[in-house]
């Protein structure tokens, strides 16, 4: 098993443009969402999905779309793409949606300049 | 869900136990304690939840006071590579109408000396 795979690890914009980062995992997790990680803080809720075809925002979703066509993938679309987004960013998946046990990515590291 | 406080940062000697606190004084009756650390610069990992009862899993003990106002996190023989940033958080059941929302606070950095 893979678990939960990012893609990318690493990547550099400029404002305005925009990206998508991807997000798979291989155990059949209903539960899906990304969250952001800024220097000196915690993890903040950006969207998630309780199954495919389904998400919802979390604490911080402006600038940022998802969609879930599959089970297995959860990409986050950055549209215009600003220095306020950079930060580490994390997926995580969970089997059903509400057991509280999260499994995380590795991290993408974005850099907006 | 309930808020939780936890301090900063503690230190704790290779070998010995480290019991990391933290406070949700207004956790309500139907509320989960979880406890996840990340090591640094790598994705959060779960290590174990409890609801009132005392729970020990291969990586680590829960103790929750009868009140549920707090918590303690036990690694019993703490290692190098346990010094990570310890999360608490409360979160609700299915009953409460939550999901998988886990909201992370700044949590507790725990440096394990050799």
């Known amino acids: 098993n893979a678990g939960v795979t990012q893609t990318p690890k690493f990547q550099v914009l400029k404002t305005g443009q925009s990206m998508t980062l991807q997000c798979a995992q291989d155990?059949?997790?209903?539960?899906m969402s990304w969250y952001r990680q800024d220097p000196g803080m915690g993890l903040r809720l950006i969207h998630y999905?309780?199954?495919?075809?389904?998400?919802d925002q979390g604490e911080v979703p402006n600038g940022y779309n998802v969609s879930r066509s599959t089970t297995e993938d959860f990409p986050l679309r950055l549209l215009s793409a600003a220095p306020s987004q950079t930060s580490v960013y994390f997926c995580a998946s969970s089997y059903g949606v509400d057991t509280g046990e999260l499994f995380f990515g590795e991290g993408s590291r974005l850099t907006v300049l | 869900d309930a808020k939780t406080t936890q301090p900063t940062s503690m230190d704790c000697a290779e070998g010995r136990a480290a019991n990391l606190p933290c406070n949700h004084s207004t956790i309500s009756g139907n509320e989960y304690v979880y406890w996840y650390r990340q090591i640094h610069s790598q994705g959060p990992q779960y290590i174990i939840h409890?609801?009132?009862n005392n729970e020990t899993n291969e990586m680590a003990s829960l103790i929750i006071t009868e009140d549920r106002k707090s918590s303690t996190l036990i690694l019993p023989h703490a290692t190098l590579r346990d010094t990570a940033v310890y999360y608490c958080?409360?979160?609700?059941?299915?009953?409460?109408?939550?999901?998988?929302?886990?909201?992370f606070g700044t949590g507790t950095l725990l440096a394990v000396q050799p």
């Open positions: 999905s309780v199954g495919a075809g389904i998400t």
């Open positions: 409890g609801l009132k």
């Open positions: 155990m059949n997790h209903e539960y």
């Open positions: 958080i409360v979160r609700a059941s299915l009953y409460g109408g939550a999901t998988n929302k886990l909201i």
